[in-house]
Nanobody, 115 residues
Framework: QVQLVESGGGFVQPRESMRLACAVS????????MGWYRQAPGKERELVAT???????NYADSVKGRVAISRDNAKKTVHLQMNTLKPEDTAVYYC?????????WGKGTLVTVSS
């Protein structure tokens, strides 16, 4: 069974930084794209950033310049470095991985940005 486990969420003040991590475990042959999505209260889940197996990245306009996604294919991990956080970044952040055209999701980690 494939599992994605996020870590690193919590409470931070505006303009601070936070680094999220996601580890993939279980019987998974090959991971293609990986990414981070988020869902704020009362809103739909939205893309934050994605990264291909070869390292090409894509970011939502709302986080460009403040966020960096990275991955380690050997360790089956993906990270999200978030800087200059804003209250509107408050959300549950979900890790995503695609294998064989099938998406897998973590259970999410809550990030709260507030003064």
């Amino acid at each position: 069974q494939v599992q994605l486990v996020e870590s690193g969420g919590g409470f931070v003040q505006p303009r601070e930084s936070m680094r999220l991590a996601c580890a993939v475990s279980g019987s998974i042959f090959s991971i293609g794209g990986m990414g981070w999505y988020r869902q704020a209260p009362g809103k739909e889940r939205e893309l934050v950033a994605t990264i291909t197996r070869s390292g090409s990245t894509n970011y939502a306009d709302s986080v460009k310049g403040r966020v960096a996604i990275s991955r380690d294919n050997a360790k089956k991990t993906v990270h999200l470095q978030m800087n200059t956080l804003k209250p509107e970044d408050t959300a549950v952040y979900y890790c995503n991985a695609v294998s064989g055209n099938r998406p897998y999701w973590g259970k999410g980690t809550l990030v709260t940005v507030s003064s």
